[in-house]
């Protein structure tokens, strides 16, 4: 069993979505897969993909791209453990590079997400500044390294359509294992259905951005 995960970034609305759903619904006639399938739509359209997959019966859990800090409460713009309650999600993206050159995050607020991720039974996965690999890990040292999955995804890569070489990528991800041997641990960067498979061979699964915003590529992908 792999994990396919989408990361769907800032893309499509509540009808581009409905129409993923739709085409994707059309292809994919085998309702169970081998692999685990994760999406991670924006917060508004978490609701509309919930409704999609449980009427069109589709393999896939829900993500979210982010998570505050904070539980609850008066944050102006966060959305929180607590209000994502009875949602069916149980994945959360945490530490992606766009959020931590757009939006600051350092690795202590992505090692505090993840603790209040962990409280809430949502499974982290985590998204590696590679440089600080040492220093991410030593925030998380008490932690159940088994609840958490790991993307490595190296930044010359994303969404440039330069995917690294996989010989280079298994290296990378034999220095991730010192730090988190008991996490699975996933490749992301320009991974695409021609060439998905060979990561498969080396990792735990793939973390895909634009190839997954299109309903014909991402079934290719989610079932390689
Ligand atoms: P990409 O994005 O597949 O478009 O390169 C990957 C990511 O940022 O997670």
Known sequence: ???????WKSNHNVSSANIFFQ??????KEKSIKNKI???PPFNLLET???????KK???NLALQNLSPFASGSYTGEVGPENIKNQNIQYVILGHSERRKFFNETNQLIAKKIKLALAYNLIPILCLDMPYLE???SFLKNLDLTKIIIAYEPLEAIGTGANQNSKVTQKKITEIQKFFPKSPILYGGSVKPNNVAEYLEISNGVLVGGASLEAKSWFKIMNS
Request: proline letters at 3%; a positive charge.
């Open 49 to 55: 993909s919930q409704k999609q997959i449980q009427e």
């Open 38 to 40: 994760v999406i991670a």
């Open 1 to 7: 069993m792999k994990y396919i995960v989408a990361n």
């Open 135 to 137: 220093k991410q890990a």
């Open 58 to 60: 589709l393999p896939i």
């Open 23 to 28: 085409n994707l619904a059309n292809l994919q």
